[in-house]
């Protein structure tokens, strides 16, 4: 099986040269520019035999950045990367003093709420979510039958006095 730019699988490929291949194929259809600094990175983590993407740091004031500032296009072509290469685990995305709007930022954290998670992690999640609202459930009919035992004991001690 030959290793192309689009070719997202395969044992010989280390995650960065995955995540650069859908990334260069992200930013081809979105028609943006590819961070030089981001494809450098990668270059280096796999020429370095780091075969891992743990973190993107792209940070705007940094020297190699301050002129060339992550955009919202820039950002989408990353997401789109990430989402493409769900085997590739990167814990820190640092955007720091770069030019993204909340409207791409919104996208990023949906991004990271769900489409990372893997289909059992969510339905895991579901789960303890529904275990707790049950749970919940529970707890508010015991005190509304705790309640309404005494008030009936109240009523009861009432009466005859009355």
Same mark, same amino acid.
């Given at each position: 099986?030959?290793?192309?730019?689009?070719?997202?699988?395969?044992?010989?490929?280390?995650? =960065?040269? !995955?995540?650069?291949?859908?990334?260069?194929?992200? =930013?081809?259809?979105? $028609?943006?520019?590819?961070?030089?600094?981001? !494809? $450098?990175?990668? #270059?280096?983590?796999?020429?370095? %035999?780091?075969?891992?993407? #743990?973190?993107?740091?792209? &940070?705007?004031?940094? @020297?190699? *950045?301050?002129?060339? &500032?992550?955009?919202?296009?820039?950002?989408?072509?990353?997401?789109?990367? +990430?989402?493409? =290469?769900?085997?590739?685990? =990167?814990?820190? +995305?640092?955007?720091?003093?770069?030019?993204?709007?909340?409207? !791409?930022?919104?996208?990023? @954290?949906?991004?990271?709420?769900?489409? @990372?998670?893997?289909?059992? $992690?969510?339905? %895991?999640?579901?789960?303890? *979510?529904? !275990?707790? $609202?049950?749970?919940?459930?529970?707890?508010?009919?015991?005190?509304?039958?705790?309640?309404?035992?005494?008030?009936? &004991?109240?009523? %009861?001690?009432?009466?005859?006095?009355?």
């Amino acid at each position: 099986m030959s290793q192309g730019a689009g070719n997202h699988g395969g044992d010989m490929s280390s995650e =960065c040269e !995955v995540f650069k291949a859908a990334y260069l194929d992200a =930013c081809a259809k979105l $028609e943006a520019t590819p961070i030089k600094l981001l !494809v $450098e990175i990668l #270059d280096d983590n796999t020429a370095s %035999g780091n075969p891992r993407l #743990d973190e993107i740091a792209l &940070r705007g004031n940094a @020297r190699e *950045m301050f002129k060339r &500032r992550v955009l919202d296009i820039d950002l989408e072509a990353i997401l789109m990367a +990430l989402a493409a =290469c769900p085997d590739a685990m =990167c814990n820190t +995305l640092e955007l720091s003093w770069n030019d993204i709007t909340d409207a !791409v930022m919104a996208s990023w @954290r949906a991004l990271r709420k769900w489409g @990372r998670q893997s289909e059992r $992690e969510r339905e %895991g999640k579901r789960g303890r *979510m529904a !275990v707790r $609202e049950r749970e919940r459930k529970r707890k508010r009919k015991r005190v509304k039958e705790s309640n309404r035992e005494s008030e009936r &004991r109240e009523s %009861g001690r009432e009466s005859p006095t009355t």
